[in-house]
């Protein structure tokens, strides 16, 4: 008896109680749905940071009173690394899982990784003469368009990496004194050149607003320069300078305004 009386009282609540709310009229509680971050969309940035290069550079030339002789040196050098960058991404759409992000991104760099170096003539491996070799780089910008893929670990936090192609621009010059000059060769030349770039990094989109900020490493690998020396007393050009690859690693952060909606649903 008393689970038929309990039955009873439990089907009047449920027909009694929604009839009851409308008659006076109460709506029913709706809550919305938590906003939720889209990285989808396009963007553009500044960038600043740190950046470390290092190429190889030799030198071989035909001294006119020994014959072949040939030098080489390392150039390690560090500067300021600071431009824009622009790019686009996508997530949850176009057939890209919701959490994954991919897009691509093209950023210039303006800087002054410059070095110089003085190496001893050398013959066969031994210093001889008391001429001298010196070799000097200035790399002055970088650009590079890359591919991007992330996975957002937190809605507003993005872990990516990132790959492409990338081209410089950077002076180089040397002078080889075989004993004094005009007994020396010359050689000045700007270069622009194609190499590849890869690094990663890690963004984070503030609250609900359109700023994103940054921070990421790079490593380049740039073709270096093989230009042609002058030799001043003869006027022949006849000695060969070699700039192995240019290899730059960044570390740097920014700041990007992304255009558009910055959640789902507005």
């Known amino acids: 008896m008393k689970k038929i009386l309990l039955a009873g009282v439990a089907a009047v609540v449920m027909i009694v109680g929604p009839a009851t709310a409308a008659d006076l009229g109460v709506a029913p509680l709706y809550r919305a749905p938590a906003a939720v971050y889209s990285w989808t969309g396009c963007y553009v940035g500044g960038n600043v940071g740190e950046g470390w290069s290092r190429q190889n550079a030799n030198e071989t030339a035909l001294d006119p009173t020994i014959g072949f002789n040939s030098g080489s040196a390392t150039a390690k050098t560090s500067g300021v690394v600071g431009g824009v960058h622009a790019g686009c991404n996508v997530e949850g759409t176009y057939g890209v899982a919701r959490g994954v992000v991919i897009g691509i991104e093209s950023d210039w760099s303006a800087t002054k990784l410059s070095d110089t170096q003085i190496a001893a003539n050398t013959l066969a491996g031994v210093p001889v003469g008391v001429g001298s070799i010196t070799f000097s780089e200035n790399t002055k910008w970088l650009v590079s368009i890359r591919g991007r893929a992330g996975v957002a670990v ?71 320069a093989s230009p042609r020396g002058l030799q001043l007393a003869s006027g022949n050009v006849s000695t060969t300078w070699y700039w192995n690859d240019l290899q730059v690693i960044e570390a740097r952060v ?5 255009f558009g909606a910055t959640s789902l649903g507005r």
């Open 154 to 224: 937190l809605p507003n936090v993005l872990l990516y990496g990132t790959v492409g192609v990338a081209w410089n621009h950077t002076d180089y010059s040397g002078l080889h004194i075989f004993t004094a000059c005009p007994n020396c060769s010359a050689v000045n030349y700007g270069s622009r050149n194609f190499g590849w770039v890869a690094g990663g990094g890690i963004e984070w989109a503030m609250g609900n607003s359109n700023w994103i900020a940054r921070a990421e490493a790079l490593y380049y690998d740039i073709s270096g």
């Open 254 to 258: 920014g700041l990007s305004y992304k």
